[in-house]
């Protein structure tokens, strides 16, 4: 979609960066620069010609008309100097000395969302240079800090909530095991999530295996939030509770399988990506009604705590169309690169969903304490 931009970005590439001119072969016969110049992005797989085209298209903003047709295979002289320029680049990137770069320039692999024009980690090779560039400001920052975050805070959550004096619950070990499988699940998915954005850049292999953990993790979470309230709600009636459990681990693991295919990962497959899981989160609904026909609307909403839940879908919901729908950068390309764009807003609303349901289980926690172990007539 930015073939007609003028970049005119060479300044934003830092000279370590770009190209030695001396190891630039010039497709079009001309003297282009001189010896100590350097020109375009240096990218870890040799670049295409149409991105060399663009890349060099930036330093020589000033020779508009300059031509790199012609600039096809690679000659094993060619090969040899795009070895050179990786190993050389390999080691900018080893002393945190790189430059974040636009969209135009990034190899295909690492080309997700065309409304984020500027500001994109180069391919870095290098684990330590993914997480020096933690504390950097790129398109993946807002990302990890909000997974981060989120993560630290999940888990100081999750230790307070298991040191709890086991007095305030009616059945400790089997109360904590299930509030635990939720702390795990959220944790996991948080952690994945994080670990995804931070080596996302690393190569297209790392960046395949961490996005397949990624989507593991957000069925973790989902499977591991139906366990508490499932626990609870039907604490009475344990055969439904059973049954819900099984298929929502059924759905769970199929979600998980069909996230390890290949294209699953691709920006095509956006949509069916959040479709797969909306439908493995929406799947709630059946005991959720199951419950309020069984228990009345009112008690639902009271000792049910439905309102949390909800809000919880609610915030799913939200957050998984704008990430399907790439809101708000598709109306401001360009504006959202580093902060507000669809996926960081999107990892913001599953902390908070996440937390909603967090607090809906421990109300019910509580309201099971208040009632106590036994069911009663009332109380089934
Ligand atoms: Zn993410």
């Keep these: 979609m930015n073939e007609s931009t003028d970049l005119g970005n060479g300044s934003i590439l830092e000279p370590a960066l770009r190209l030695r001119k001396g190891h630039m072969p010039d497709p079009a016969g001309q003297e282009i620069l001189d010896q100590s110049s350097e020109q375009g992005p240096l990218l870890v797989e040799p670049p295409e010609s149409s991105e060399l085209e663009k890349s060099s298209d930036h330093v020589g903003s000033d020779d508009a008309a300059h031509e790199d047709e012609g600039f096809m ?11 050179e320029r990786m190993e050389e680049f390999v080691c900018k990137v080893w002393e945190g000395r790189w430059r974040v770069i636009p969209f135009d320039v990034l190899p295909d692999w690492l080309k997700d969302n065309d409304y984020l024009l500027h500001g994109h980690r180069p391919p870095m090779p290098s684990f330590r240079a993914c997480f020096k560039s933690i504390f950097r400001i790129h398109t993946e920052t807002g990302n990890i800090w909000t997974h981060l975050l989120g993560c630290v805070f999940f888990l100081c959550l999750g230790i307070f909530y298991m ?3 086991n007095m305030s619950f009616v059945a400790p070990v089997q109360e904590k095991v299930v509030v635990g499988v939720f702390f795990l699940g959220a944790i996991l998915c948080l952690s994945f999530s994080w670990l995804f954005h931070t080596v996302y850049c690393h190569s297209e292999g790392v960046s395949r295996l961490f996005s397949k953990l990624d989507y593991s993790g957000i069925a973790l979470l989902i499977m591991g939030s139906f366990v508490p309230w499932l626990y609870y709600s039907f604490y009475c009636n344990p055969q439904p509770c059973f049954i819900y459990l099984i298929v929502i681990c059924v759905l769970g693991i199929t979600a998980i399988i069909v996230s390890q295919w290949d294209r699953f990962a691709t920006p095509q497959y956006r949509g069916v990506r959040a479709g797969v899981f909306l439908a493995l ?26 309102g949390w839940l909800a809000l919880m879908a609610c915030l799913y919901i939200t957050g998984a169309a704008l990430y399907a729908a790439r809101i708000p950068e598709r109306f401001f390309p360009g504006k959202c690169d580093i902060w507000f764009h669809s996926h960081q807003l999107f990892h913001v609303f599953v902390v908070a969903g996440a937390f909603a349901h967090f607090h809906g289980v421990s109300n019910l926690q509580e309201f099971r304490f208040t009632v106590g172990g036994g069911c009663s007539e009332d109380e089934m």
């Design 73 to 83: 295979g690679m000659l094993p002289l060619q090969a040899h100097h795009a070895m």
């Design 163 to 165: 040191f709890r004096p």
């Design 281 to 306: 989160g929406l799947s709630g609904v059946i005991p959720t009604l199951h419950f309020v026909i069984t228990e009345g609307l009112l008690k639902a909403a009271t000792m049910g705590q439905i």
